[in-house]
Structure formats: C-alpha cells, structure tokens
C-alpha cells in the first residue's frame, strides 16, 4: 500500500512570497489532515478535512494560510505571503475515518529567510 | 480544546532496560489515544494505539495503558534497543487529534 505523498521535501523562499504544498493521501482515506510541526515541538493541526469538506480550521491564520482539497482526494496548502515564523515542517497525514489512525508523510521543510 | 501534556521531554535508557512515558490530556470526550514514533527528518510513524474501551495493548516490547477517570495514559517500552532511540509523540482524539509536546528517548549502547 501506497503512503502518504507529498510534495515538494524542502523550500527556501523569502518573506512576502508565497508558496504551495502538495498532499496525496493514501488510497480510501477519507480524512486529510495538514500540520505544522516547528523545531522541536509536536504537531499542530492547522486543517482536517472530511472528504472534500472542512471539519477544523480553528487553529489556521486565514489572513495567509488556505487549504483545499479537490475532489475529496488531493490538496493543497498555500501560504500568501509567508513570515519567518512560517518556518517548519508542514506535514499532512491521512486516515480511513477521524476514529482511527492517522498517516504522515514525511513533510515539507519550509525555510523563510 | 483538548490539551495534551507529556513528560518527560527527554529520557536516557541503558539499553536492555525499560522506557516509560507519560501522557495526560483533558478533553474527557477524547476516546482514542495513538502514540507516534519520529525519527530525524521524516514524518511522525504509528506505532501503537488504544481506545477508551480498553485498559492495556501490546505489541511485542511495547505497551500502552489508559486511565480515563485519572485521564492518563502511558507507553512502556522493555528491552530497549539503539534503534529505539527517536522522538515519541502521544495523541488523544475526540473531534481533532492532538499531539503532546513529544519525547526525545535516547538508548545508550
């Protein structure tokens, strides 16, 4: 079984631009979740989607972060225009419901300089 | 929101000997607890999990209990080897999953 894809590993950009992450998640899941893990700490959710729909984005800065996820299978999280504390691993992880596990990636490394 | 507290933020284990960590959360609605295993540049890897229906799991040298009146649950890794050595994330989940701030275990040869 195919894992959780994502694209690209690694972006150096400068502050005000913008960037795009790329998600594929495994094959049936339904759920889809993005999280931004800063060095040194634990994971936090920025977006859970079921199917194509958003169930939290409490915790996503809307005035710079987006997410989408195009027909319930693919999706993307954009940062416009990205600050230095942007700077993390953005990961995105999958699951067959929100009841069971989830599957990570293995990230984003996003570098604001 | 759910808060998920975990401790210690570091541990140094002989190896050969047993790893305890400690997880407390918040939110009583949380009914399902994972614990993530992640080691340098990749993404966090599940490991083991337990439901609030269920006291103990395990998994040849690891186990996890659950206390849900004390809202604490635990992993337990015996006979530890050097490829152990990795940060250890828990989770609870009701409507969101949480992660606590994570553990860096370290086995020393």
């Known amino acids: 079984e195919a894992g959780v894809a994502q694209s690209p590993r690694y972006k150096i950009i400068e502050k005000r631009q913008s960037v795009a992450f790329w998600c594929n998640p495994i094959?049936?899941?339904?759920?889809l979740y993005w999280y931004q893990q800063i060095l040194g700490q634990g994971p936090k959710l920025l977006i859970q989607f079921q199917n194509n729909g958003v169930v939290d984005d409490s915790q996503l800065p809307k005035d710079r972060f987006s997410a989408e996820r195009l027909k319930g299978v693919d999706s993307t999280l954009k940062i416009q225009p990205a600050k230095l504390e942007d700077s993390a691993v953005y990961l995105c992880a999958s699951s067959f419901s929100r009841e069971l596990g989830a599957f990570f990636g293995q990230g984003t490394r996003l570098t604001v300089v | 929101g759910e808060n998920v507290e975990q401790h210690p933020s570091t541990l140094s284990v002989q190896e050969g000997d047993s790893a305890v960590i400690k997880c407390t959360y918040s939110?009583?609605?949380?009914?399902?607890f994972p614990w993530y295993k992640q080691e340098l540049g990749k993404g966090p890897q599940l490991i083991i999990d337990?439901?609030?229906?269920?006291g103990e799991k395990k998994d040849q040298r690891i186990a996890v209990t659950l206390n849900k009146t004390a809202k604490h649950f635990s992993l337990h890794i015996t006979e530890t080897q050097p490829e152990d050595s990795a940060v250890y994330f828990c989770a609870a989940s009701g409507e969101k999953l949480t992660f606590g701030t994570g553990t860096r275990l370290t086995i020393i040869p």
């Open positions: 337990i439901r609030s229906n269920v």
């Open positions: 939110d009583s609605a949380s009914n399902y």
């Open positions: 094959s049936g899941h339904a759920t």
